[in-house]
């Protein structure tokens, strides 16, 4: 059976995010934020969330290793920046520690009393947002494709990678479905690599949530993404059932026209381990 590897220190797994940074990123929602700045916050938390997980008294324990890939323009390149601009992944160690900033932001708690009050918190920054030029697509998951079956080849007793892709449009560089599936084929001893795809929307389209098949989708775009989709492995059908979602048995990690709550179960769901080791 697959993906039934023990995560730990010495056999870590890893989780590439592919973020398009295309010029209609810079689209705006109903709250006046635009799609790159919702998508970088939230993969910004995402970080902090598998840091926090990491952390033992002892300090950080590198069960993670972490990359991320900004594609926009002409341009593939690290997410990062400041002492890990020089790679593409990272150990989860590094990431604690190489943070581009810390910023203060506030957030709304509970106060005990039946009233919510705001709380000041310190928030690591790692990713920035950025809106430009075209969507070369194909680029991105080719150079994905390079670091990841290397990854791969260094760490074959580990669950294998997960990849979450996200845009909000159609490649400007040729079609991308074959190299998304060749990077389907790549694997560990534990399985193939997972391939999930979200979709964005600063609008209120149709949402398709985790579909077992091509029917609810109105064109060849979003069918495509879907193709391109890996299906849910049994403990994540079970963390996005227990979210709320209408999980079959073949559902894929893919979402068309995602609203923001989407996107952050998207990411929330996709970075879910199944079991860490106690080492």
Known sequence: MPYQAEISRDTPTCFLFIIDQSGSMD???????????????????????????????????NYFDIGILAYGGSDVKTGFGGKISSGIIHSIGAINDNPLRIEDRTKKVDDGAGGIIEQKTKFPIWFDPTSSGGTPMRAALTRAMEVIAGWCDSHRTSYPPTLLHVTDGQSTDGTPEDVANGLRQISTDDGPLLLFNLHVTAGSGHEVVFPTSESGLNDEYSRMLFRMSSALPGHLAKFAGDKGYAITDGSRGFIFNGDPKCIVDFFEIGTRPKMIAAR
């Open 27 to 61: 689209e705006k929602n109903e709250a006046g934020r635009t799609k790159a700045q919702f998508v970088s916050d939230v993969l910004n938390k995402t970080l902090y969330t598998l840091v926090t997980n990491c952390s033992k008294a002892e300090g950080i324990r």
